[in-house]
């Protein structure tokens, strides 16, 4: 029997234990979307096998590939089609074929054909269709995932009192670091300059920002490369958007709306323990078709929820979570070109303070890489996933490089998701190049 008790540190390997050896865990659907992924597919399902935890499967749908992706599949897995009682409680593009493993090894895989929906979205709702289990995992199939990620992800659900809805764990960029067995075997900072800002990027946000949402149950969105989520409240939320580009807090959005309009207390958690590697974009090309889709995204997300924001109905999700990600996420790069505009205009008519400007420009600025700095130091100091100070340096030396290298990217980027979305210009979900990671044996 499950006998943990009311859970305060959420690293425990006894309280692991207890669980993987429990014979009521609730099952779990890792539910993986790919799109011409035929370089680390078979790696990262090979990973995605080996999870530990007592009652899971593993649901791949590969979203109309034009690689070979699929191939590599029914070869590697020794997969056939088989006849599947598949119910399409969320609607998604027609599904072609479903697919099962002659091999007794591969019993947990289910590989989902169907046609491509243009979005990540439109594809997590056909493995929502076809998984058994009560809650799915939501992830990439360039992903990494810690081995104990389920017996970690679960753990909020089993001993919250309100009933947990969704959560959500730190990522880091798997980019440089060591892969053996599909499994991590040593972290490192990415080599390339821009994963390591996006390694930088991604930590703060995580183990800074999502840990003080979570404290006020106003977690804003759930990863899409990362997520736990109660099967029955996504499927009465209506699943993913097929169409949205930013479906992690679109989800997030859909659950949150159900639960308070049926009256329904839930909370949204998040643990702060590193449980996935991504392969963050190795350039400023990718990086920018990225930066652009989920500049749309949010965009998008105010346009179909914009009865969200300022509404006292929808409560904290109405009052606090849309409206910082209004002001501070979705107007802030208009913000910074105004204000970029307005420098240029007073340089010009020779009206700039110089002294006072330097004043406020080394205040923002040092308070900026001091934020970073702390968070560093934190994790560092916290979790130990880097062996040497140098690696440590790395990150440090980022720091004070963001402001003037990587975040002026990110605004352009989002500035110009804004545009395509106004616009009305095609964004699709498969852009991501992915070079695959180095493995060693």
Same mark, same amino acid.
């Given at each position: ?23 009521i865990a609730p099952g779990i659907s890792v539910v993986a979307p790919a799109f011409n992924e035929e370089k680390t ?26 690689? !070979?992706?699929?191939?590599? %599949? &029914?070869?590697? /897995?020794?997969?056939? @089609?088989?006849?599947? #009682? +598949? ?100 972290? !490192?900072?990415?080599?390339? %300059? &821009?994963?390591? /800002?996006?390694?930088? @990027?991604?930590?703060? #946000? +995580? ?87 989920w500049a749309a995204g949010l965009v998008q997300l105010f346009v179909v929820h914009r009865k969200i924001l300022f ?13 910082? #990600? ?89 500035l110009r998701g804004y545009f395509k979305f106004l616009s009305s210009k095609e964004l699709s979900w498969g852009t ?10």
């Amino acid at each position: 029997m499950i006998t943990i008790i009311r859970y305060k540190n959420y690293n425990s390997n006894l309280d692991d234990e207890t669980l993987y050896n429990s014979d009521i865990a609730p099952g779990i659907s890792v539910v993986a979307p790919a799109f011409n992924e035929e370089k680390t597919i078979i790696t990262n399902v090979h990973s995605l096998l080996t999870l530990e935890y007592p009652l899971f499967e593993v649901v791949i749908v590969n979203d109309g590939s034009k690689d !070979k992706t699929l191939e590599k %599949l &029914i070869t590697e /897995f020794e997969l056939v @089609e088989v006849p599947y #009682a +598949y119910i399409e409680k969320v609607k998604t593009k027609p599904v072609k074929k479903i697919y099962k493993s002659t091999n007794a090894l591969f019993d947990k895989l289910t590989v989902v054909d169907k046609e491509n929906g243009g979005t990540k979205a439109d594809a997590s709702n056909a493995g929502i269709n076809a998984s058994v289990f009560p809650y799915f995992l939501c992830t990439d199939v360039d992903c990494i995932l810690a081995r104990n990620t389920l017996l970690k992800m679960i753990k909020p659900i089993l001993v919250n009192k309100r009933k947990v809805i969704a959560v959500g764990a730190t990522l880091r960029m798997v980019n440089s670091c060591e892969v053996s067995a599909g499994a991590i075997t040593r972290v !490192k900072p990415p080599k390339a %300059l &821009i994963p390591r /800002f996006q390694e930088l @990027e991604y930590i703060r #946000a +995580y183990l800074l920002s999502k840990m003080g949402w979570s404290f006020l149950n106003c977690v804003p969105n759930v990863s899409g490369g990362l997520g736990l989520f109660d099967k029955e409240v996504a499927i009465r939320s209506g699943g993913y958007d097929g169409k949205s580009h930013a479906e992690d807090m679109d989800l997030v959005t859909r659950m949150a709306s159900y639960m308070i309009n049926n009256k329904q207390k839930y909370k949204i958690d998040y643990i702060p323990l590193s449980c996935c590697w991504t392969e963050g974009p190795p350039n400023v090309k990718i990086l920018g078709r990225q930066r652009t889709r989920w500049a749309a995204g949010l965009v998008q997300l105010f346009v179909v929820h914009r009865k969200i924001l300022f509404n006292p109905k929808f409560k904290r999700m109405g009052l606090i979570v849309f409206p910082y #990600a209004f002001f501070f996420e979705f107007l802030a790069p208009m913000i910074e070109l105004g204000g970029v505009i307005s420098i240029i205009y007073l340089v010009t008519l020779g009206k700039i303070n110089w002294e006072l400007a330097l004043l406020v420009f080394l205040y923002s600025y040092s308070f900026a890489v001091m934020i970073s700095i702390l968070v560093i130091i934190w994790d560092n100091v916290t979790f130990k996933y880097y062996n040497t100070f140098g690696e440590v340096l790395k990150l440090v030396i980022v720091a004070f490089l963001e402001p003037f290298l990587y975040h002026p990217l990110i605004t352009f980027f989002g500035l110009r998701g804004y545009f395509k979305f106004l616009s009305s210009k095609e964004l699709s979900w498969g852009t991501m190049t992915r070079r695959g990671v180095e493995t060693s044996s």
